[in-house]
């Protein structure tokens, strides 16, 4: 690519007066958009390129900056590579004919969304994944952000570190070195909206277009939207009673260079990685290269004993990227989460984060810090875990009475969800269909699964119990039962035994 010349041709169609700087940013802008740069082209290095055309390279890094800002480029450990999609070629007629006309597409889908956002917010019973808020610590939280806010300065009002307030990077390290047994330093922690804005970093910096990612099988949907849209090629791994189950013909036919694993409670499922499998894992993507992205998922909210050590603090300088969030333990709408990568790659890293993210939420970072330091977020966690422990025996007890020989509770050792599987001849998508007119909201778990040769398709829910006290929980569970039975087949029989008959009672009196 011959810049000078593009930018020549450029400025003589400008029609203001460009600076360096803002020239090479606006031709190569323009070269991107009318298809003379192609997606997946490596930009010049910064450096070659200020030598080239004779200009400052600080003049370089500010428009190579701007058009990663916007978009138009991404900055990976290869360079800066151009990410978006020409909108000067001329498609084919094929391609015009097979293309959605735009507008209506826009209108069907606005249409769609309400509808759909209307049946989520209309069923919110048992929803997996929220907290109990009517029990969070409002007015702790509240004096420690108004703290905050009296101890700002005006240069706190601009752009904080794009890494996350030091206080509160700071908290992180020294919380999850003690409660998860990770070893890391503040300057390998960086924070982010939560663990989604983690997973879209991790596919953008640590894995190139095209290159594997696996993921479990059934698993967590967040982590194949961010693989997909990042031009990743999802493996389904499958999941048993010890979590992933890597074999070693997957190693040796299909490396991966990203394994996302939610060890420590899986989702969905709710099982629990092996510590053989966790030490297998370090070393086989340590001689693979692979990258082990550990989304540390309700690790804090375990019931049945102290929370499991992290993968990442198995071993020194493990190919772990750990990620975490306070959306569970704390409330939704905090969108405080975090990242913790390897100490060789916490330079580089942080460069590149840099270029990508702007940071805000100052005063809430600094209240979380201080909620951490205080020791105030380790008591709320103790009180979480009692009064979730409380409502998961108060919703299996439900099961027990009005579903036996219907459904069957899977791991539950902790979090704030049962898996459960269905045992009468139902689909649990049509289930959940039905559920919905009543206000529960049933997560199928058939839709956390990707078909694949050897995936088991799974049949059964995700049932969210953070919201829901014992004596709710059985109300809903008598509620789920008059559902199932009216959907029954007529010549359907349940299982034979003393638990088929308690289940065809508590039908007849729900």
């Excluded at 409660?179 to 982010?192: A, E, K, L, N």
Aim: charged fraction near 25%.
């Amino acid at each position: 690519m011959d810049y000078a010349l593009m930018m020549t041709a450029y400025a003589k169609r400008a029609v203001r007066k460009l600076t360096q700087q803002d020239l090479l940013y606006e031709s190569l802008r323009r070269a991107i958009l009318d298809g003379d740069i192609g997606r997946g082209t490596r930009l010049a290095s910064s450096r070659a390129l200020a030598e080239q055309l004779g200009i400052a390279r600080n003049s370089v890094l500010y428009a190579y900056e701007r058009l990663v800002e916007e978009g138009f480029v991404s900055a990976t450990r290869h360079g800066s590579i151009v990410n978006a999609v020409s909108a000067g070629a001329a498609a084919t007629p094929a391609q015009t004919a097979q293309r959605e006309d735009p507008v209506p597409a826009l209108a069907r889908r606005v249409r769609e969304l309400p509808q759909r956002r209307a049946g989520r917010d209309g069923a919110k019973a048992l929803r997996p994944g929220v907290p109990a808020l009517d029990a969070f610590p409002y007015a702790q939280w509240r004096t420690a952000v108004e703290r905050a806010l009296r101890e700002l300065r005006a240069h706190d009002l601009g752009y904080g570190d794009s890494a996350g307030m030091p206080a509160l990077r700071q908290a992180i390290a020294q919380y999850v070195r003690v409660s998860r047994g990770v070893r890391c330093q503040p300057d390998q922690v960086f924070v982010t909206d939560g663990t989604q804005s983690s997973l879209d970093l991790c596919a953008r910096l640590f894995a190139d277009e095209g290159e594997r990612a696996w993921i479990e099988n059934p698993g967590y949907l967040g982590a194949r939207v961010a693989f997909t849209a990042a031009g990743l090629q999802l493996v389904p791994m499958s999941v048993d009673a010890a979590g992933m189950a890597a074999r070693p013909e997957d190693w040796r036919e299909r490396p991966p260079r990203l394994v996302y694993l939610t060890p420590s409670h899986q989702y969905p499922l709710g099982c629990v990685l092996s510590l053989e499998r966790r030490l297998a894992l370090i070393e086989q993507a340590r001689a693979c290269g692979a990258w082990i992205v550990e989304d540390d998922y309700d690790s804090e909210l375990r019931h049945d004993g102290p929370p499991l050590p992290s993968i990442q603090g198995l071993a020194d300088d493990a190919p772990v990227i750990y990620l975490g969030t306070f959306s569970k333990t704390l409330f939704p709408a905090l969108r405080i989460g975090f990242m913790i990568v390897p100490q060789r790659v916490a330079a580089p890293f942080a460069q590149a984060h840099h270029t990508l993210v702007r940071q805000g939420r100052v005063a809430e970072q600094l209240a979380l810090a201080e909620f951490i330091e205080s020791g105030r977020y380790a008591r709320h966690l103790r009180r979480m875990r009692k009064l979730y422990e409380e409502r998961r025996d108060g919703l299996v007890a439900a099961i027990d009475k009005h579903l036996a020989g219907m459904m069957t509770v899977s791991a539950d050792a902790g979090g704030m969800h049962l898996s459960v599987r269905l045992d009468a001849p139902l689909s649990d998508a049509e289930v959940s269909e039905a559920a919905r007119a009543h206000g529960l909201h049933l997560s199928p778990l058939s839709a956390y699964c990707v078909d694949a040769p050897d995936a088991t398709r799974y049949n059964g829910f995700l049932l969210g119990y953070a919201e829901t006290p014992p004596q709710l929980a059985d109300t809903l569970m008598q509620t789920l039962a008059r559902i199932m039975r009216e959907r029954l087949p007529a010549a359907a029989s349940l299982t034979d035994g003393p638990q088929s008959h308690a289940a065809d009672r508590a039908l007849r009196a729900s």
